[in-house]
Every structure is written in C-alpha cells, then in structure tokens.
C-alpha cells in the first residue's frame, strides 16, 4: 500500500467532531480502524482526509436515562463486555466480535456504520429495537435501526452526519443471541441471530449474514406469538430469510441453520 | 507526520505517513523486530502488542493514532527479568518455529494481568487471536497455566 501524507483531524469534543465533519464531508472517519485498515491494505479506501473518533471521551459512555440506556458510538467490544449494566444480548454480540486483540479496538459505531450484513451487533439492534443518534451541524435525527441499513453497504448516514449514541429502550422479555461461524473467535459469521420474545405478546426474530442488510421475519414472528410450535416458525423462518451463496457458506446450509437456532432456542425454553 | 509516543518505556518521534502501521513503523523505523508480520489483515495475532496495556493487532493500528500513548512490544516484556509467561514457555515448549511466540507472549501477559484467576477455559479465549501452526496449543496452553502456578491440563 501506497502510504501518503494526507491531514489528519483529531477532534477533542464531540461539538469540534461534529464541525469537522461538516467542514471536511471527503474525511474518512476512523474509529477503530479494524474494518478500514483491511479496506486500505486492500486498496479499497484511499483516504484524501482523516476525521479521527478514537477515543473521543464523550463517545464511550454508556448511560441509563429515562428513555433506556444511552450506549456511545466509541464504546468498544471490550468496553461493553466489562460494563456490569450492558444489556445481555449486547454483551454477547460484542463477545463474538474477532478476538481480544480486535475488540478492544472495534467500536459499535464502527460495526454499525461499516454495515456488513455479517456483522454481528446488527441483529441485536433490531431485535431491541434501537434507535441511532445521527448528528450534524445541523442537530441529531434519531433513525430506529430497522431504517438504517438500506441495501448492500448502505446506510441512512450522510456525508456530513456521525453516528454519535445509540439508545436501546426497556423491553422485556426472553431473549437469545446465537452466532454460527467457522471458529468460535475470529470468523465471520454464516449466520448471526438476536431474538426477543414475550409470550402472547411480542416477538423479534432477527438475523444477519442471510440477506445484503440484516433482517427480521414478521411472518415467523407473528406466528409465534399466536402460538404457533417451534417447528412452524423454524418453518416460516427458513422461507423469510434471503440468503446467498457466498466463500463462507451456502445458502441452503444458512436456512437450515437459521430455522434451527429458533427451533433449539423456543424448546428450550 | 510528527508521531510521538513510547516504545517499551522509551519516548520515541518518527516521522511517517499517517496510515502506516504500528507494525512497520516499529520493524523498520524502530528496528524492532521481535513483532512480526503474519497475514496483515488482523486474523493472525503474530503482530500483536500492547497500546495502553491493551493488546492490538499493530497490523490494524495506523500510526496516527497512537500519538501520545505507551507502547510495549515483546522486547520491552521481560526487558530485564525474564517474564513468567516467558519463562513457562520455554520450560513447557510452547514454542517451536517461534513466529507466533512475541504475540502469544503478549497476549499471555496481558491476560494474567486482567484476569485475576483465569481457567484453562478463559486462557484459551485469551489466546484465541494468536494462531500458532506448530505447537497444535496444548503446550502453549500449559505454559501460560503454569505461569499462573496452576497444573497443567
Ligand atoms: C480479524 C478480524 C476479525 C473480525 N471479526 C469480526 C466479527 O467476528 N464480527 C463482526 O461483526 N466484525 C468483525 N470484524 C470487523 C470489525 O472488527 C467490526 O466491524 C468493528 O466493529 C468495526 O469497528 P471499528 O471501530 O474498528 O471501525 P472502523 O474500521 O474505524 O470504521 C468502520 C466504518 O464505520 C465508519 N464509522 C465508524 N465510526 C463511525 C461513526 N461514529 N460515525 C460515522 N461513521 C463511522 C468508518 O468511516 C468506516 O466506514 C473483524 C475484523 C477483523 C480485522
Ligand atoms: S499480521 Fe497482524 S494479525 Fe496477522
Ligand atoms: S510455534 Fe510456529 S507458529 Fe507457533
């Protein structure tokens, strides 16, 4: 790789990030660097700028407030895993996240805007329906992850806008995370689960790695609060999902594997 | 441009592309080569070191951002007596090629020190992102379990 001298900007608040956004739209935007630094190596990215959020003080807090927990953008993997009030399904996305080496560099906002249908927070944004905190010089639109990710690598992020906090509101109810890969650490996955279920009541069945962005299945799900059995929603699953066949897996085998990990999950319980 | 930070204690300043990596610029600015080069995309470990205590892959890290932080590589780890992970792998022959060694090294140490009585369990997540195509772990494993005074497995 071709390594240049191009500026590097180095906010110390998050107002001074924000503002050099606006002022340089062409900057990458680094947090951790785990995905960017393989998109340089590779050739993909060519940074004309860089706006660093590495360790922006203001971004790594996680918060309760009234409206659920206020979880920074620059929180790390090993941030999450440690803070004794994250929320379960968090902790254990975040545990499945490369090895300890990458998270204690990858940051939420950095799997969420990188947006790689396998990554491996995104099912559990969805499952608890999340919402990004988008900020600009403008002021902070907040986007319920289910908007976010619009197709293959494609987010509701402008150009001028950052990933600042994400709340998660209380929700109750059972919840399971499930990642299927080559190796417990250090694979991407084949498929990814986060699930949340309220007898009777609510259901979220949400997948990653079977589809371009990461998904629910409102069919299985609606089935599965009416009472359906185990093996109907698997069923109804295995059909809502659209994965693909890809050099980590095919998508007969990700079908199978996601109408399983809910059938396991629901006779478990 | 200017980066500053320490290396195993010492302040050091090199002058070098923003994106290169904490890899290069320790073998070839800083002549250390005790941490190595394996795939350069972050699955391998063998480039592992220490920013602030936490272990990195320095093949991920560009150099910008580690102005202004402590750096310790495997040279600075039992500079001057020799560590215990150190020393259990030598006596437990968790090394044989040896390319792997700095990084598990690392990984080990920092292990031990964030985890107060680590299982073989939680020992072996520790060591998960340090490949090792030799040993096959078991010695590896052994080693850094004795480093803790514990019977290997
Ligand atoms: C060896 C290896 C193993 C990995 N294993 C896994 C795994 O098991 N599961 C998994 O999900 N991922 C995995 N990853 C991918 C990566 O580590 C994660 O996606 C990580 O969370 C990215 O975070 P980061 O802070 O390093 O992002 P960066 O690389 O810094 O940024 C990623 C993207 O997000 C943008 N961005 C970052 N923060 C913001 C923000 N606040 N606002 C706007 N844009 C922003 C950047 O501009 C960039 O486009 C792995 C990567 C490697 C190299
Ligand atoms: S060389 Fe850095 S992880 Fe392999
Ligand atoms: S000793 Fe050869 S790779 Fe580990």
Request: aromatic residues 4%.
């Amino acid at each position: 790789m071709s390594h240049v001298d191009v500026p590097v900007y180095r906010p110390r608040s998050l107002d001074e990030a924000v503002r050099l956004r606006a002022e340089h739209p062409e900057a990458t935007v680094f947090a951790g660097g785990t995905d960017l630094m393989v998109y340089l190596e590779a050739g993909i990215v060519r940074p004309v700028a860089i706006l660093d959020l590495w360790g922006l003080p203001e971004l790594r807090r996680l918060r309760s407030v009234t409206g659920g927990q206020l979880y920074g953008a620059g929180l790390t993997c090993t941030d999450v895993i440690h803070a004794p009030s994250t929320h379960p399904l968090v902790r254990d996305a975040a545990s499945t996240v490369g090895a300890a080496q990458i998270q204690n560099r990858a940051t939420l906002g950095g799997n969420i805007c990188n947006s790689s249908p396998a990554g491996d927070t995104l099912p559990v944004w969805l499952a608890l329906r999340a919402e990004f905190e988008l900020m600009s010089v403008h002021g902070t639109r907040r986007v319920p992850a289910a908007h976010f990710w619009r197709g293959y690598k494609q987010t509701e992020l402008r150009p001028y806008e950052l990933l600042v906090r994400i709340l998660v509101p209380p929700l109750a109810g059972h919840m399971h995370f499930r990642k299927v890969g080559t190796r417990m650490a250090q694979s991407i996955s084949k498929v990814v689960f986060a699930g949340r279920y309220v007898p009777g009541v609510d259901a979220a069945l949400a997948f990653g790695a079977v589809g371009p962005v990461p998904m629910r299945c409102p069919a299985a799900e609606r089935a599965l609060v009416a009472g359906a059995r185990p093996a109907e929603v698997a069923a109804l699953v295995e059909s809502e999902v659209t994965p693909i066949d890809d050099v980590r897996s095919t998508a007969a085998y990700r079908r199978k594997v996601a109408g399983n990990i809910v059938r396991r999950w629901l006779e478990s319980r | 441009m200017k980066v500053q930070f320490t290396c195993n204690g010492q302040p050091v300043e090199v002058e070098a592309a923003p994106t290169a990596r904490l890899l290069d610029v320790l073998r070839e600015d800083l002549r250390h080569t005790g941490t190595k080069e394996g795939c350069g995309e972050g699955e391998c470990g063998a480039c592992t070191v220490r920013i602030d205590g936490k272990t990195v892959m320095s093949c991920l890290v560009p150099i910008f951002q580690v102005h202004g932080t402590a750096v310790q590589t495997i040279e600075g780890l039992g500079a001057e007596v020799v560590h215990p992970v150190q020393a259990a792998m030598l006596a437990y022959g968790g090394a044989q090629c040896g390319i792997c060694t700095p990084g598990l090294c690392l990984s080990a140490a920092a292990c031990l020190e964030e985890v107060s009585h680590p299982s073989r369990e939680q020992i072996r997540l520790a060591l998960a992102g340090n490949l090792c195509r030799c040993t096959g772990y078991q010695k590896v494993v052994d080693a850094v379990a004795a480093a803790l005074g514990q019977e290997p497995g």
